[in-house]
């Protein structure tokens, strides 16, 4: 079975803090990827990475910076967190991408949902 | 803007009945779809996905894809009240490590 972890369920700051959300998996995956889920606008995909050290943008990439040192490690840093951070955030991870049949299967972490104060 | 849409619901069905639940895309490229539950407080667990025109069933649950239309569906036979939850369809965007997702279709099952 697929497991990835995250490091907290729940978590509160304070603004001006700096965050760091961990995610680890354990199956060798080589992509890994952060969203944040807020209600009425979905799934939206802040970072990804696709290969240790390798990053790229999503969609809503300000205000956040990544990490990936190791294989199955993915950090997403909130450098000074804001009132409209407050949101849940889910770590997913697959496998390569392949040409024959697509993006192989994302499979979610448990979630991480920050308050910010 | 590629782009997966969804209604919202809630969509209601008697405890027992088939539940339809669909989905539509505009990025023409993509070639895998994907099907999530999501209870409330809960992340997105796999339920399906299909990246061949036709049909696709595993259990209660069967993927439905038309290339042509650039249209999903999900049919969930026998629905239970287990099966309230959201269900969020997802797109490749196609050559990318990326998926697009709706914002989901909330299910109601009544007992």
């Known amino acids: 079975d697929v497991k990835v972890t995250q490091s907290s369920r729940y978590l509160v700051k304070r603004t001006g803090e700096k965050v760091f959300l961990e995610c680890v998996q354990d199956?060798?995956?080589?992509?890994m990827f952060w969203y944040r889920q807020d209600p009425g606008l979905g799934l939206r995909l802040i970072y990804f990475?696709?290969?240790?050290?390798?990053?790229e943008k999503g969609d809503i990439p300000e205000g956040y910076s990544v990490s990936r040192e190791k294989k199955e490690r993915f950090s997403l840093i909130l450098e000074s967190a804001s009132t409209n951070q407050t949101s849940m955030y889910l770590c997913?991870?697959?496998?390569?991408?392949?040409?024959?049949?697509?993006?192989?299967?994302?499979?979610f972490g448990p979630g991480t949902r920050l308050t910010v104060l | 803007q590629k782009e997966v849409e969804q209604n919202s619901g809630p969509l209601s069905v008697p405890e027992g009945a088939i539940a339809s639940l669909n989905c539509t895309y505009s990025?023409?490229?993509?070639?895998?779809f994907f099907w999530y539950r999501q209870y409330s407080g809960k992340s997105p667990e796999l339920i399906m996905f299909?990246?061949?025109?036709g049909d696709k069933e595993d259990g209660r649950f069967t993927a439905q894809l038309n290339k042509a239309s650039q249209y999903v569906s999900l049919l969930i036979r026998d629905s239970q009240p287990s099966d309230s939850a959201t269900y969020l369809c997802?797109?490749?965007?196609?050559?990318?490590?990326?998926?697009?997702f709706g914002t989901g279709t909330r299910l109601k099952v009544l007992a």
């Open positions: 997913a991870s697959s496998l390569v991408f392949t040409t024959t049949v697509g993006t192989d299967t994302q499979y």
């Open positions: 199956m060798d995956h080589e992509n």
């Open positions: 990475s696709y290969d240790v050290k390798m990053k």
């Open positions: 990025d023409r490229g993509s070639q895998s």
């Open positions: 299909i990246y061949s025109n």
């Open positions: 997802a797109g490749e965007s196609s050559g990318t490590y990326k998926y697009i």
